[in-house]
């Protein structure tokens, strides 16, 4: 498999992450932003975005979806159950991480990449996903389910990263209990702006 990437890129990590815990074969096309514009690469993902993913013939771009297919082809049945109040709920979760949890990776655009955004927006979305998540993983070690399954994997980059985003997470010890869980599996890989817990 080939997985076009750039290492400041949490979508891209999330991929990298998975394939590790999956124990896949894979290499990496590093990628420039404007390289991203070029048309050879909008032949393959027309949004202009990484990660994509070439496994074969199959191209496939956005991490939710990248996820979802390594999941079922390559991982066992517990990454993405396929009975339906689970699947649910590991969907449910994944919309988390492109809904609140984006407001904590615009924020970290914002001040890691001086993207022209406005920050206050994005800061207070961010800090909802950082509430809500603290609320839930009080009670629970998994984010979807009473295991690890792709849900945590979606959510996990953009929330390690929110001290780029000059949001601490010390005030967050259920969430820094969870990370510590994600750290602590098997073939785990940091990123870069990723603390150890
Ligand atoms: N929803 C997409 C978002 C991907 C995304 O935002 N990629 C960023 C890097 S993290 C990118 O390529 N941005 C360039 C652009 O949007 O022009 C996914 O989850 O894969």
Redesign the pocket.
Same mark, same amino acid.
């Given at each position: 498999m080939k997985l076009y990437f750039r290492e400041v @890129? $949490?979508? &891209?990590y999330k991929v990298r992450l998975f394939l590790e815990l999956l124990k896949q074969d894979y290499e990496l096309e590093m990628i420039t $932003?404007p390289e %991203?514009k070029a048309p050879e690469f909008l032949a393959l993902n027309p949004r202009? %975005? +990484?990660?994509v993913l070439v496994d074969g013939d199959l191209c496939l @771009?956005? @991490? +939710?979806g990248i996820l979802v297919y390594l999941a079922r082809k390559y991982g066992d049945d517990s990454w993405f159950p396929t009975d339906p109040v689970a699947m649910a709920e590991v969907l449910g979760w994944m919309g988390f991480a &492109?809904d609140e949890v984006k407001g904590l990776a615009l924020a970290r655009a914002i001040k890691k990449l001086k993207r022209p955004m406005n920050y206050e927006d994005n800061y207070n979305l961010g800090m909802r996903a950082l509430n809500t998540l603290e609320t839930r993983m009080k009670q629970r070690e998994w984010v979807a389910l009473d295991h690890v399954t792709i849900a945590d994997i979606a959510v996990y980059p953009y929330v390690g990263l929110a001290p780029d985003a000059e949001i601490s997470l010390e005030g967050f010890p259920a969430v820094r209990d969870w990370m510590q869980r994600i750290q602590n599996l098997p073939g785990y890989i940091d990123m870069p702006g990723i603390d150890r817990i």
């Amino acid at each position: 498999m080939k997985l076009y990437f750039r290492e400041v @890129s $949490g979508n &891209a990590y999330k991929v990298r992450l998975f394939l590790e815990l999956l124990k896949q074969d894979y290499e990496l096309e590093m990628i420039t $932003g404007p390289e %991203q514009k070029a048309p050879e690469f909008l032949a393959l993902n027309p949004r202009g %975005q +990484i990660p994509v993913l070439v496994d074969g013939d199959l191209c496939l @771009s956005e @991490s +939710i979806g990248i996820l979802v297919y390594l999941a079922r082809k390559y991982g066992d049945d517990s990454w993405f159950p396929t009975d339906p109040v689970a699947m649910a709920e590991v969907l449910g979760w994944m919309g988390f991480a &492109a809904d609140e949890v984006k407001g904590l990776a615009l924020a970290r655009a914002i001040k890691k990449l001086k993207r022209p955004m406005n920050y206050e927006d994005n800061y207070n979305l961010g800090m909802r996903a950082l509430n809500t998540l603290e609320t839930r993983m009080k009670q629970r070690e998994w984010v979807a389910l009473d295991h690890v399954t792709i849900a945590d994997i979606a959510v996990y980059p953009y929330v390690g990263l929110a001290p780029d985003a000059e949001i601490s997470l010390e005030g967050f010890p259920a969430v820094r209990d969870w990370m510590q869980r994600i750290q602590n599996l098997p073939g785990y890989i940091d990123m870069p702006g990723i603390d150890r817990i």
